[in-house]
């Protein structure tokens, strides 16, 4: 009997941290909002710690690119358990199409179990070079992702067409938020959508598969964490071949078109925008560097480009359009990076 107390001694230490938590969770909404955030986090960096040794299986067995999804369900399934948050996916045979740029409205850091329930297989993330080397690179490195070096023009463009040429040998798919930045209120809306992802989806000729999601703000904001079920709808792909770059912009217009029209049917706790109101785009100043002023200067994390992309006029177009880069406040009151759309997928959120 001594023996059996001694095994269980140490668990009944251990639980007592977490029994005190759930009871001051359930005394005060703010205690609760914050203990779950700060769960979330670890959940988020535990599971991506763990998966490292499945990267290194899917590596040696040349599924490195599938890597992104199993990880994605590993993290949703504990997050459904931990949070009771899950995921209605409707649309999700669209997901089969491949190569493809997924574009979906941007929320929250809630949007990494977004990702954990829709991230489709053959899925990669593209981002700059620089985090080769940061403690994720070896992750990164096992997981397929496509690596872009931005350092000067020439290198900027080699590093596109490289990608471009990856992208459609292993036909896989990249996933950004077009929206530039995170945009949570209580109104189902949208900010208008960067063109850098368009400009990327015509020169190579690859589909546009619109991702919906309901705006939770009932399930999560400041000061909430509660709870539910949120709604997503995978809309049908958007051909982009035979169109030019000068058909970016009515391109983006008319993406965005269908995803509000998505989200006001599927987003039923939320308050839709009186018909007058408008967002504002807004102005982004180029941060050019002094010494390459005549260049055109990539910033990070394109999607897909294609292999027929050589240093020509849509690439010229391509890499001017992802020049642009600021940093600005989101409604949680984290900083988002901004590079026309081109927002790094898998990034923590404090």
Known sequence: ??????????????????????????????ARYYIRAVAYAGTLVTVASGCIVAAVGFTV??????????VARVFYATVTRLFGITVELEGEEHLNSRPAILMANHQSMLDVIILGRVMPKQTSIISKESIKYSPLGPFMLLSGTIFINRGNNAQAVKSLNDAGNLIKKNKISTWIFPEGTRHLSAKSDMLPLKKGGFHLAVAAGIPIIPIVVENYYHIYHSGVFGEGKIKVK????????????KDAGELSVRVREQMLETLHEISTHAVKPAASEKVQEPVQEPLVAPEVISEPVVEPA???????????????????????RSSRASENGAETEEDEGMILVGRPSN
Do not use: C, E, W
């Not at 067995?61 to 199993?70: A, M, P």
């Not at 394109?302 to 642009?324: M, N, Q, R």
């Open 1 to 30: 009997m001594s023996f059996i107390v001694s095994l269980f001694k140490p668990l009944a230490y251990l639980s007592l941290p977490i029994l005190f938590l759930r009871s001051l969770a359930g005394t005060s909404p703010l």
């Open 61 to 70: 067995v040349g599924k490195q690119h599938d890597v992104n999804h199993f």
């Open 234 to 245: 995978v809309l049908p792909p958007i051909a982009t071949v035979g169109l030019t770059s």
């Open 302 to 324: 394109s999607p897909s480009t294609s292999s027929a992309f050589g240093v020509s006029s849509s690439t010229a177009s391509i890499v001017s359009s992802l020049s642009s």
